[in-house]
């Protein structure tokens, strides 16, 4: 049919032909007039080319830079990134430093910070044994259900209570450190901005004084990494404040990376456990897909290694 | 035989190294003395070894006590001499970030820390500068991350 459409053509088109010659001379007439442009239409384009530009330009102006209203004080100085071990995929938690970590906790930080969401049950295996464990739990009180009298008595700590607080609640708390709520640590790495590598700075970043200038309110210290740059919390970690039981020289940094390991232990305690599982998973998955391929390939050897023939119906010779 | 039997026994096979929390047995038999329930392994190790060097320490200190007065006296002056380099480990970090905002890396940042901190110290001493008071606080900023960032690898690499 199109072959047949294609030869008849030529008759009408030359018909067609006949006919268009006159409105095609219109229209070169045309052209030819507007080669020669009349001034208003290049005034339009360029008065319409130098209002866009204008308009975009005049949009940035107004709208095409963000404000900061914060300063870079304000704002607290940027973590620096620590090449931590632990957080390697393929790494655990040291444990030794998890247990050094523990010790400082409890030396040092546990005066004013609590650590509620852990119980003492989670060290057990982890860092330190039952027996060892129990009687750390042991050393504090805790109120016992209520008797026949209904009076609520205390009671050792046993391995399945959590962490006792330093203070009763927060109001207590903000009373004993001049209107400052020291935070619970427990979720701590979790929720702060560089978790790590920020608490880490916080700790070991007090300058010995304030830069130039700068104002440091009253009952307040100079920390670069808190935001607004004046912190409630002194410096508390000093050379030798903690004497390591393994003998590791307890210098500032070296109590300040093991207490931020055992802070992020206490908020991601299932880490090791979950990397573990991501090994796991990857092995699996990846003997899934191994075996889906083969399958796929077994499957589809027959109709891959099939052969379409064609072969026309031998008739007489034209 | 089940197909669970089968896959326990070829994991059981390949002879993975079992990880143990617990000191191994032997290592219990060197710190029943004390009683003391089986810790970890290289604590128990530890403890061993700080065993072992109390146990050596004892007799000399007894021989000590028949030999004259002087000897006992120095060693008494070379364990506390001992007790305070213990005592006092000093920290390198701020020493490595010292170094480092003093090296080529951080030059920029420090000459413009110094600078900021001259002229600030400069217009507080001055009384009648009436201008905006300005602080350092941002090219600190700028020396401390360069510094701790250049310091960051040397300093983990001193730590355990």
């Known amino acids: ?318 | 035989m089940g197909l669970a039997d089968f896959f326990t026994d070829v994991v059981s096979s390949l002879g993975f190294t079992e990880a143990q929390a617990e000191a191994p047995a032997a290592d219990v038999e060197t710190s029943t003395p004390q009683d003391e329930p089986a810790e970890k392994t290289e604590e128990a190790s530890e403890e061993a070894e700080s065993e072992s060097e109390s146990a050596e320490e004892t007799p000399a200190e007894e021989s000590s006590e028949e030999a004259p007065e002087e000897e006992e006296a120095a060693e008494e002056e070379e364990e506390e001499e001992e007790e305070e380099e213990e005592e006092e480990p000093e920290d390198i970090k701020p020493k490595l970030e010292e170094d480092c905002a003093n090296s080529a890396q951080c030059a920029p940042y420090k000459h413009h820390f110094d600078e900021c901190v001259e002229r600030v110290t400069r217009q507080e001493e001055d009384e009648d500068f009436k201008g905006p008071k300005e602080d350092c606080v941002e090219e600190f900023f700028h020396l401390t991350h360069c510094a701790t960032a250049c310091a960051a690898p040397k300093l983990w690499r001193e730590l355990k």
């Open chain 1, 1 to 318: 049919m199109l072959a047949r459409s294609l030869l008849r053509v030529p008759n009408r088109a030359i018909a067609r032909q006949s006919l268009g010659k006159s409105t095609r001379a219109s229209s070169t007439a045309a052209g030819a007039e507007s080669a020669s442009s009349p001034f208003y239409l290049t005034l339009t384009a360029s008065l319409a080319t130098a209002a866009a530009a204008g308009s975009a330009a005049w949009y940035y102006h107004v709208y095409g830079q963000e404000a900061f209203a914060m300063t870079p004080a304000e704002e607290g100085l940027h973590p620096t990134s620590y090449p931590w071990v632990h957080q390697r995929f393929n790494k655990t938690f040291d444990h030794a430093a998890l247990r050094r970590g523990f010790q400082v906790y409890r030396e040092v930080c546990a005066s004013c910070h609590s650590l509620t969401r852990v119980p003492w049950r989670s060290f057990v295996g982890v860092m330190h044994t039952v027996d060892e464990m129990k009687a750390m739990a042991e050393e504090n009180e805790y109120d016992t259900e209520p008797n026949d009298q209904g009076e609520i008595e205390k009671r050792p700590g046993k391995l399945s209570d959590y962490m006792p607080s330093p203070y009763k609640n927060d109001e207590a708390a903000r009373a004993a450190n001049g209107g400052a709520l020291p935070p619970d640590l427990s979720l701590i790495v979790k929720g702060r901005h560089g978790g790590c590598d920020y608490i880490f700075s916080l700790l070991t970043g007090y300058p010995d004084e304030p830069p130039a200038g700068a104002s440091v309110a009253e009952g307040m210290n100079f920390n670069p990494y808190f935001p607004g740059t004046g912190i409630a919390m002194g410096r508390v970690l000093f050379d030798g404040v903690v004497e390591y039981e393994d003998g590791t020289p307890a210098t500032t940094s070296q109590m300040a990376k093991d207490v931020v390991e055992f802070l992020n232990w206490s908020a991601e305690p299932e880490m090791d456990d979950r990397k573990k599982m991501g090994v796991k998973a990857i092995a699996l998955l990846s003997g899934l897909f191994a075996i889906s391929v083969w399958v796929k390939r077994y499957k589809w050897a027959p109709i891959k290694s099939r052969k379409i023939v064609y072969s026309p119906p031998i008739g007489p010779r034209r």
